[in-house]
Nanobody, 130 residues
Framework: QVQLVESGGTLVQAGGSLRLSCVAS?????????????MGWFRQAPGKDREFVAA????????YYADSVKGRFTISRDNAKDTVYLQMNSLRPEDTADYYC??????????????????WGKGTLVTVSS
């Protein structure tokens, strides 16, 4: 079974930066591992639905971002460390949310972008103060 564990969430002032990490372990029922998954980050603010933030292909050649974070957030991955990152710069109070790591057993990045997620982490809280 695949497990995803996020870290890095904390309280930060508006305009600040933060890097989230997500470490994967295990393999899927089909035998696949992190280095072949499409990975993503989603977030859920209080009282709102979970929304897409960013996604990255297994080779790191393709990335997608929500319009609200484009130019401020960067998703990356290190397959040797089974880790995906989300670098967040110029943070705003509206970025406050629980951030969830997501993995899709697909080579098509758009699938994860559109919510086709097979595994979820438990989330890490990011709070941006004004």
């Amino acid at each position: 079974q695949v497990q995803l564990v996020e870290s890095g969430g904390t309280l930060v002032q508006a305009g600040g930066s933060l890097r989230l990490s997500c470490v994967a372990s295990g393999r899927s029922s089909s035998g696949r591992t992190f280095d072949t998954f499409t990975m993503g980050w989603f977030r859920q603010a209080p009282g709102k639905d979970r929304e897409f933030v960013a996604a990255i292909s297994w080779t790191s050649t393709t990335t997608y971002y929500a319009d609200s974070v484009k130019g401020r957030f960067t998703i990356s991955r290190d397959n040797a460390k089974d880790t995906v990152y989300l670098q967040m710069n110029s943070l705003r109070p509206e970025d406050t949310a629980d951030y969830y790591c997501a993995a899709g057993e697909t080579y098509r990045t758009v699938v994860v972008r559109d919510g086709g997620v097979d595994y979820w982490g438990k989330g890490t809280l990011v709070t941006v103060s004004s």
